[in-house]
């Protein structure tokens, strides 16, 4: 099973400030997903990446997916409260079965 | 439509109780998923099922049974409640296809074993 690491493991920062997370792993990734999980809810998927070197854009999230597909960062610029959550990279360890492989997490806490 | 539901939201179990989490989805998916969350761990998947009566085991099933009669549930049971079975559970379907496949998870089951 391919590790997936994560970090920072914990941010926080204040209101308006840009923070970047990453994603890594030895082996290459056929594909890698963001997820976002909020207190007490369960992960809600934010992005998935396919093709090497691609950057998608969600509002105030960048993600890029490395050139070579072993590696992912989640940047949010201008952070507000509202992005507060738990971030989650996962990548399906099962081919068709899509099973899904979590690495454990980027704790972002965003201060007013 | 509800998506993904599970129940209870919190149990408190004794050691060596037995319980069963609900899981129900109304997405019509065949794929459904547990998984177990533990503090700065991410999430084990426990179990999972391509089916109504196929199932087979994740990462971590020691300790879990689960059956799948019908396509919208997926019921996890654990027979004998031990303090490492402490955690939050998830239960998540598979839907979407492509670049938008992705699981549905429910709201999730906080376990004590004491």
């Known amino acids: 099973t391919q590790l997936l690491e994560q970090s920072p493991q914990f941010l926080s920062i204040q209101e308006g400030e840009n923070l970047t997370v990453y994603c890594n792993s030895s082996?290459?990734?056929?594909?890698l997903q963001w997820y976002r999980q909020e207190p007490g809810e369960g992960p809600v998927l934010l992005v998935t990446?396919?093709?090497?070197?691609e950057v998608k854009k969600l509002k105030r999230l960048t993600f890029q997916f490395g050139d070579a597909r072993k590696d992912s960062s989640l940047h949010i610029t201008a952070a507000q409260p509202g992005d507060t959550g738990l971030y989650l990279c996962a990548q399906n360890s099962g081919g068709s079965n899509y099973k899904l492989t979590f690495g454990k997490g980027t704790l972002l806490t965003v201060n007013p | 439509n509800a998506g993904v539901t599970q129940t209870p939201k919190f149990r408190i179990l004794k050691i060596g109780q037995s319980m069963t989490l609900q899981c129900t989805q109304d997405?019509?998916?065949?794929?459904m998923y547990w998984y177990r969350q533990d503090p700065g761990m991410g999430l084990k998947l426990i179990y999972y099922?391509?089916?109504?009566?196929?199932?087979d085991k994740g990462e971590v099933p020691n300790g879990y049974n689960v059956s799948r009669s019908t396509t919208e549930d997926f019921p996890l049971r654990l027979e004998l409640a031990a303090p490492s079975q402490t955690s939050v559970y998830f239960c998540a379907s598979r839907g979407g296809l492509g670049e938008a496949e992705t699981q549905y998870f429910g709201p999730g089951t906080r376990l004590l074993v004491l």
């Open positions: 990446v396919v093709t090497g070197g």
């Open positions: 099922s391509v089916g109504a009566g196929i199932t």
């Open positions: 082996s290459v990734f056929s594909s």
């Open positions: 997405m019509n998916h065949n794929y």
